[in-house]
């Protein structure tokens, strides 16, 4: 069964911090690459981080150098570490593989102000 719980979103000031966890199925953490996604309302859902491997994250332009990805393969979770957040940052965040699963949590909102 598929499974991709999202948690640690919050509403938090510009230049302030947050920390995302996803806990995915087992079966779909060791088979896939895993990524996040953000959808922010009125556009489409798009790729924020994608997790090659334990040495190897890509990132949007838009966040690199602010986010950080990360897994911990024991426990079946993918974090995403967001600094320095800005209003634009505003948006649901979920976990996926990567190609993501038609399969979605239901994510985690992220609301930052100005």
């Known amino acids: 069964q598929v499974q991709l719980v999202e948690s640690g979103g919050g509403l938090v000031q510009a230049g302030g911090s947050l920390r995302l966890s996803c806990v995915a199925s087992?079966?779909?953490?060791?088979?896939?690459?895993m990524g996040w996604y953000r959808q922010a309302p009125g556009k489409q859902r798009e790729s924020v981080a994608v997790?090659?491997?334990?040495?190897?994250?890509t990132y949007a332009d838009s966040v690199k150098g602010r986010f950080t990805a990360s897994r911990d393969i024991a426990k079946n979770t993918v974090y995403l570490q967001m600094n320095s957040l800005k209003p634009e940052d505003t948006a649901v965040y979920y976990c996926?593989?990567?190609?993501?699963?038609?399969?979605w949590g239901q994510g985690t909102q992220v609301t930052v102000s100005s």
């Open positions: 087992g079966s779909i953490f060791r088979v896939n690459v």
């Open positions: 996926n593989t990567a190609p993501a699963l038609r399969y």
């Open positions: 997790i090659i491997n334990d040495d190897t994250t």
